[in-house]
T-cell receptor
Framework: AQSVAQPEDQVNVAEGNPLTVKCTYS??????LFWYVQYPNRGLQFLLK??????LVKGSYGFEAEFNKSQTSFHLKKPSALVSDSALYFC???????????????FGKGTMLLVSP | DAGVIQSPRHEVTEMGQEVTLRCKPI?????LFWYRQTMMRGLELLIY????????DSGMPEDRFSAKMPNASFSTLKIQPSEPRDSAVYFC????????????FGPGTRLTVT
């Protein structure tokens, strides 16, 4: 089955330090991978995606993610964390719907990022 | 653009009552998704519409749940009868083209069934 895993329930980092939120995937074929962020009492917001091309993908709010095929990973990174980055982060992968020609997204469980002042 | 609009934002109801959640997708988007989010189960896809037609409803928990999309600008998710275990945040999302494109989420409806 096509899936993503986020091994950390929570990541703690001090403001100004680099941050990494981990995601690994399991898919057949070429993966389409996404990162979303959810602030309290809000819907998910798209950050970035990888479909093909450069393994380093840049997204919103200074975030970037590195696609690593050999490690089947798509970790989210930011060089310098802000307190306002504190939120719930979701990794997602495109999943085909069998015999339909359509696809949807399957989301990981989410990782809470807490950035301390 | 106003983004994806959901109503109501909060709903509190008693067990056994009918609940109807509403969604207006972003104009021009042809795909619409209903999700349910709980602490225990995370974010679950309930149903996916493309061009107003249900493509995948395998995530709908049981017959008490039903969803419709009568036109490109409106969708409903109905629970009848509601049960306490249906308490969750329900999100609607839309996109231009299925799973290859970024989805735009509404603010969600927080449902509490007592």
């Amino acid at each position: 089955a096509q899936s993503v895993a986020q091994p950390e329930d929570q990541v703690n980092v001090a403001e100004g330090n680099p941050l990494t939120v981990k995601c690994t995937y399991s898919v057949s074929g070429n993966p389409y991978l996404f990162w979303y962020v959810q602030y309290p009492n809000r819907g998910l917001q798209f950050l970035l995606k990888y479909i093909t091309g450069d393994n380093l993908v840049k997204g919103s709010y200074g975030f970037e993610a590195e696609f690593n095929k050999s490690q089947t990973s798509f970790h989210l990174k930011k060089p310098s964390a802000l307190v306002s980055d504190s939120a719930l982060y979701f990794c997602a992968v495109r999943v085909p719907i069998l015999n339909s020609g359509y696809s949807t997204l399957t989301f990981g469980k989410g990782t809470m990022l807490l950035v301390s002042p | 653009d106003a983004g994806v609009i959901q109503s109501p934002r909060h709903e509190v109801t008693e067990m056994g009552q009918e609940v109807t959640l509403r969604c207006k997708p972003i104009s021009g988007h042809n795909s619409l998704f209903w999700y349910r989010q709980t602490m225990m189960r995370g974010l679950e896809l309930l149903i996916y519409f493309n061009n107003n037609v249900p493509i995948d409803d395998s995530g709908m928990p049981e017959d008490r749940f039903s969803a419709k999309m009568p036109n490109a600008s409106f969708s409903t998710l109905k629970i009848q009868p509601s049960e306490p275990r249906d308490s969750a945040v329900y999100f609607c999302a839309s996109t231009q083209g299925g799973g290859s494109y970024e989805q735009y989420f509404g603010p969600g409806t927080r449902l509490t069934v007592t």
